[in-house]
Nanobody, 122 residues
Framework: QVQLVESGGALVQPGGSLRLSCTGS????????IGWFRQAPGKEREGLSY????????YHADFVKGRFTMSRDNAKNTVYLQMNNLKPEDTGVYFC???????????????WGQGTQVTVSS
């Protein structure tokens, strides 16, 4: 069964950091480009970042550039999203997804996780 599972979401204070994990089962993540998306309360889901299947290329949306980074651990079949200097507007449900192309356009993503909640608040 093909599955993506996110973890690492939590309540964190502004300026804090979190590392989200996206672990795959039933397929190898290093054969897919992996994207991270989030959905803030009352808003549509938006794309944040993606990593190429090899991990040698990453892209970050302007509003997270310089604060968020991605990395991979192929041995664990896991992709990470390191989030630093978190702001209250980063609050939302964070999803990872797998695609065969380098894009943040959702319709190109074949597999999705169920999401993990990140809340940034003092």
């Amino acid at each position: 069964q093909v599955q993506l599972v996110e973890s690492g979401g939590a309540l964190v204070q502004p300026g804090g950091s979190l590392r989200l994990s996206c672990t795959g089962s039933g397929f190898a993540l290093d054969r897919y480009n992996i994207g991270w998306f989030r959905q803030a309360p009352g808003k549509e889901r938006e794309g944040l970042s993606y990593s190429s299947f090899s991990g040698d290329s990453t892209y970050h949306a302007d509003f997270v550039k310089g604060r968020f980074t991605m990395s991979r651990d192929n041995a664990k079949n896991t992709v990470y999203l390191q989030m630093n200097n978190l702001k209250p507007e980063d609050t939302g449900v964070y999803f990872c997804a797998a695609a065969t192309v380098r894009t943040l356009v959702e319709r190109f993503y074949n597999y999705w996780g169920q999401g993990t909640q990140v809340t940034v608040s003092s």
